[in-house]
């Protein structure tokens, strides 16, 4: 594939800009401006081809299915771009004043006040710019409570099945963490919990489901043995997926909690994008939410900044709108009735997938799971490996699933194939992983030399990740 650079010819660019006739302020002075940019020298049609064909050469949920488990690219229905790209959104200055920002505020109001009803927490911020950030932000929360309690704690509670983002927030906010095994069911092991907690620990993040896309059945005790000695809960919010409008979070005993919209309610998700991850809390620990806080007066909105005991602002103006107006269309067209069909049919496929694959791939947790389950490679003839199974599967037009997460499983394949899969696709996606391994008994060179068929071949996966070339240079 060519660059756009390798299409570069002097001269080929025709297009001009027409002069501007109207008075204008002072021209750009002269030290301020480039002599040359290193812009392509291309038509516009070059420009319209190129990138049209660099877009065909790409896999997303549009082309197909996209088992890709922690980072769930859930399918966005296209309405939600069709409302975020109306120009009574798209053309507002967030500086715009609170007077005429009241549609924007509303928005905004109501999609806290149904991720309240929802969850069970009592109040919402939509602010942070994704899951990660809304978990720094909730530990900001934690530190400032005990802080203002006039408690000295050190110390947070994280299971070996978390995500690797739990530990870096603790980190940051300058907490220990103290890591707590799973027992061989996959739950947290109470007796290692009751073990580790002392009047030190300031709190315990907890996936929910966890990342092995199994319900911790001994839930309500731990928020039990936690709250007996002053801890916090808090629960990792990115699987809400496989619990929406079924079980709210506050009342399994959580007591802050962070969402990520993009693997629950169908917005845009990273690649370095804009992104949000709300959080949200209980009673006690409303004082410390960042500011501004959208509050409602006489039929107005408006931003509170008056908020004494806040941890202050963690993001520019109120985070990013555009993605908050999808998830709200999501959920104003689903409603109640619909939020809870898309954990039972994201529970039921994940469980259809489970069954069918376990009668020939190796299932280590052996248990009805939620919205996703893990396999791994135990078993695989001629020492066939998950990535190696993981990228033939792009020469049959799936995407790889996650692999070798979560880190308690040896070979870990997560498989999550979300709510909007049909039978037939998960169908072919069985029948795919089988013919794979008959394919590992009959070619495994087939599987050491995958993928075949994508424009970028086997590469050294090492190498890509510890030395990635992002930029273009001659």
């Known amino acids: 594939m060519q660059t756009i650079f390798s299409l570069h010819k002097k001269g080929r660019n025709k297009y001009t800009v027409p002069q501007f006739g109207a008075e204008s302020y002072e021209p750009i002075p002269q030290h301020l401006c480039r002599a040359q940019l290193n812009l392509a020298d291309v038509s516009e049609v070059d420009v319209v081809r190129h990138y049209r064909k660099l877009s065909s050469l790409n896999f997303g949920v549009d082309n197909g299915m996209y088992p890709l488990g922690s980072c769930t690219m859930k399918y966005n229905p296209k309405i939600n771009d069709v409302v975020a790209s109306l120009p009574q959104f798209t053309r507002q200055h967030p500086a715009t004043i609170e007077e005429l920002s009241q549609g924007s505020l509303h928005i905004m109001y109501s999609l806290q006040e149904m991720l309240c009803a929802i969850t069970g927490m009592k109040q919402f911020t939509l602010m942070p710019a994704a899951g990660a950030h809304g978990e720094l932000s909730s530990v900001m929360i934690i530190k400032k409570y005990f802080?203002?309690?006039?408690?000295k704690r050190n110390i947070i509670l994280i299971p070996d099945s978390a995500h690797g983002t739990n530990p870096a927030s603790v980190a940051m906010c300058g907490f220990t963490v103290k890591e707590i095994p799973s027992n061989s069911d996959g739950d947290v092991d109470i007796d290692a919990l009751r073990a580790a907690l002392d009047d030190n620990v300031a709190a315990m993040m907890l996936t929910c489901?966890?990342?092995?896309?199994l319900f911790d059945r001994n839930i309500i005790t731990i928020?039990?043995?936690?709250?007996?000695?002053g801890a916090l809960f808090y629960c990792d919010g990115a699987n809400l997926n496989a619990i929406v409008g079924k079980v709210r979070p506050a009342d399994l005993g959580f007591d802050i909690m962070h969402v990520n919209l993009h693997k629950t309610f169908s917005t845009p998700h990273g690649g370095g994008g804009p992104g949000s991850g709300p959080i949200g809390v209980i009673e006690k620990l409303i004082p410390f939410m960042p500011v501004p806080v959208i509050a409602k007066k006489d039929n107005q909105y408006y931003l509170d900044y008056d908020r004494p005991q806040s941890i202050g602002r963690v993001h520019s103006y109120y985070g990013?709108?555009?993605?908050?107006?999808?998830?709200?269309?999501?959920?104003?067209?689903?409603g109640a009735s619909g939020l809870k069909q898309v954990a039972e049919h994201a529970v039921v496929n994940a469980n259809y997938l489970r069954v069918k694959l376990q009668k020939h791939i190796n299932l280590p947790y052996k248990r009805i799971c939620m919205h996703e389950f893990v396999i791994n490679d135990e078993g695989m003839p001629h020492g066939i490996t998950t990535n190696e199974i993981a990228k033939r599967l792009l020469d049959h037009g799936f995407h790889a699933p996650t692999v070798y997460f979560p880190l308690i499983v040896h070979g870990a394949m997560m498989i999550e194939p979300t709510e909007t899969e049909h039978k037939d696709t998960l169908d072919a996606f069985v029948d795919t992983m089988v013919a794979i391994k008959s394919e590992a008994h009959s070619h495994p060179e087939l599987l050491k030399a995958a993928p075949h068929t994508t424009p970028v071949r086997k590469v050294d996966a090492v190498l890509a990740a510890r030395k990635p070339v992002l930029q273009w240079e001659e």
């Open 147 to 151: 802080e203002e309690k006039g408690e």
């Open 209 to 213: 489901p966890n990342t092995l896309g």
């Open 223 to 229: 928020a039990e043995i936690l709250h007996s000695k």
């Open 320 to 334: 990013n709108f555009l993605v908050m107006l999808r998830a709200y269309t999501y959920i104003v067209m689903l």
